[in-house]
Nanobody
């Protein structure tokens, strides 16, 4: 069982930045693909960014050029650096681990483990 713990959420003004972290409990973290998803009130969960085990990164069009996903394998941690935040980025952000780590999937159903989520609120 892989446990994922997100941190770094909070309240920020539009145009500001936040960095989310997700720490995994397993040392086999380096073999996983990792994803960040978000869910706003009344909306479906959506893919935000993902990184494969070989460091290939993928982004939703809505966050491209503003968000950056990265990983630190010795620390079993994946990060999401969020810049130029907008009110529409307000959501609960979840990280997820996919054991078959070579390929990032945009569909959350492909992921095996999920964190509990962290709230990001962007004020206008």
């Amino acid at each position: 069982q892989v446990q994922l713990l997100e941190s770094g959420g909070g309240l920020v003004q539009a145009g500001g930045s936040l960095r989310l972290s997700c720490a995994a409990s397993e040392r086999t973290f380096s073999s996983y693909a990792m994803g960040w998803f978000r869910q706003a009130p009344g909306k479906e969960r959506e893919f935000v960014a993902g990184i494969s085990r070989d460091w290939s990164a993928y982004y939703a069009d809505s966050v491209k050029d503003r968000f950056t996903i990265s990983r630190d394998n010795p620390k079993n941690t994946v990060y999401l650096q969020m810049n130029s935040l907008r009110p529409e980025d307000t959501a609960v952000y979840y990280c997820a681990a996919k054991l078959a780590g070579l390929q990032v999937q945009y569909d959350g159903r492909a992921y095996d483990y999920w964190g509990q989520g962290t709230q990001v609120t962007v004020s206008s």
